[in-house]
């Protein structure tokens, strides 16, 4: 297993005080993994590896202490953080190669075989002539070498220089200096890699949740219609820790999950709760002093939407039928609903009696909007039953406002005479204009009067098929 080391250039504030370095898991940054309190005195800069086993990908704490007693108490004279990784840096010293003397490199010949430079990055030297450019180099026109590894034929020795200058041969007693790049070696990952979480549990009630909630998976199915989930204190939680919410089943219409104190999710701006319905994921971290939401929430982000369905109970959300919800049932909705144009919510009384007399007929003109209900625990749908949505420019007409019926003015021509009594043919023809109050006959009648047939029902309706208009909650 790894271990850390720290190497810190410090002195003391008071030099009868000791020093001492702390280990902790970032995780569970107050439980104290390990302390080293080095023998005075103090080396500059102080070195110390501590023993304890740490994880490979796992984030430790160091502190350095200020101690009265070489316990890890008193002043915090530093403080950062360690990712441990398995991954190591591979070294090779220079090298110098000479004609004649270095095992197969022979003079005469323009290739050299080395099996010891499999995989390695290397640079070379001709002494007394430069650097020598290999064939892999860009932006060049006369590579002076080509390195080649192993093609593992019978007869392959290993890797192989080759010269590429036309005639270029190894000379008597020529020599070479080799320098290598450091290569990293990744280690192989060990064991069988972990889980996002290890256990996990159901939540029915109304509940705040503590650091042995992190990294489990947390089903949500209330018992009653409504349920808040309190997430524990940030400042009790180690960075990057996970919690991992599922919102199904149960009894509740929407699940609120609320910070405690000052504390925020930043979701895309600072919340102070996020809201799920039925079916719905929530996976959050600390990172950077918040609760950081990684998986894209859906339901957060179509509240309100409007849509057709033949399914009159589509998950998650409402049927726009003008009935009065509860606000804590369903608080996703009706924070949004707050959120709307002036206009678009009224109060119930206004909802319910406010008309206009057309055609003969009551319209009532504020049923497409949300009302506030009883004024503190309900609010009501708009009614869209039998309406159509028109798309509108939000200067001349505002979201929720009503259109009422009106026909563009038009004419038709009819035969007059006879009223009707095929005895009587008719005498004249006779223009009859609709304006959109009434009828007004045009000139030429004829002393029987005009004889007017009036087709149609009492409003206007295009071919439709008809589909509940919903609301996503």
Not at 167 to 180: I, N
Not at 293 to 305: A, P
Not at 462 to 467: D, H, K, L, V, Y
Request: with cysteine.
């Amino acid at each position: 297993m790894p271990h850390i080391s720290v190497s810190s250039q410090t002195t003391l504030l008071n030099s009868a005080n000791f020093f001492v370095l702390a280990l902790y898991d970032a995780s569970a940054p107050t439980v104290l993994l390990e302390s080293i309190a080095p023998a005075k005195p103090y080396g500059n800069p102080l070195q110390v590896t501590f023993s304890y086993n740490c994880l490979n990908g796992h984030i430790y704490i160091i502190k350095l202490w200020e101690s009265v007693d070489s316990s890890a108490t008193g002043t915090v004279r530093n403080n950062f953080k360690q990712t441990i990784s398995l991954n190591s840096v591979e070294v090779r010293l220079p090298e110098f190669w000479e004609v004649d003397v270095t095992t197969d490199l022979v003079n005469g010949v323009n290739t050299f075989e080395k099996a010891d430079i499999e995989n390695w990055e290397l640079n070379i030297e001709r002494i007394g002539q430069g650097t020598m450019t290999p064939d892999s180099a860009t932006d060049i026109t006369l590579p002076k070498y080509k390195r080649t590894n192993s093609d593992d034929s019978p007869n392959d020795l290993g890797p192989k220089i080759t010269l590429l200058t036309a005639d270029d041969v190894f000379q008597p007693g020529e020599q070479f200096l080799v320098t290598f790049v450091p290569q990293i070696v990744v280690a192989a990952p060990g064991g069988t890699p972990s889980d996002p979480f290890s256990t996990g549990r159901v939540i029915t009630a109304d509940e705040t949740l503590t650091n042995a909630d992190l990294s489990q998976a947390l089903m949500i199915q209330s018992a009653t219609s409504k349920i808040t989930i309190t997430l524990p204190a940030l400042s009790t939680v180690g960075d990057f820790r996970f919690m991992y919410f599922y919102s199904c089943g149960g009894l509740h219409k929407n699940a609120t999950f609320a910070c405690q104190g000052s504390d925020k999710i930043a979701y895309p701006t600072d919340k102070s709760s996020i809201v799920l319905g039925q079916a719905e994921l929530l996976v959050v971290y600390k990172g950077f002093g918040k609760w950081q939401v990684t998986n894209d929430l859906f339901g957060v982000k179509m509240v309100g939407e409007l849509l057709y369905n033949y399914n009159q109970t589509e998950l998650n959300t409402l049927f726009c039928n003008g009935s009065l919800k509860n606000r804590d049932e369903y608080p996703r909705l009706w924070e949004w609903v707050q959120s709307l144009a002036s206009g678009v919510v009224v109060s119930d009384s206004v909802w319910s009696n406010t008309f206009v007399s057309h055609n003969g007929t009551n319209v009532y003109t504020k049923k497409s909007c949300f009302s506030t209900g009883d004024g503190s625990t309900t609010f009501r749908l708009p009614l869209l039953t039998n309406a159509l949505l028109r798309g509108i420019d939000g200067s001349v007409r505002n979201a929720a406002s009503i259109e009422l019926d009106e026909l563009l003015k038009h004419g038709h021509r009819v035969m007059t005479g006879g009223n009707g009594n095929p005895a009587n043919p008719a005498k004249s023809l006779v223009r009859q204009n609709y304006n959109g109050d009434g009828y007004s006959q045009g000139v030429g009648t004829s002393s029987n009067g005009p004889l007017i047939e009036i087709v149609g029902g009492d409003k206007n309706i295009m071919e439709n098929s008809g589909a509940y208009l919903l609301i996503r909650c």
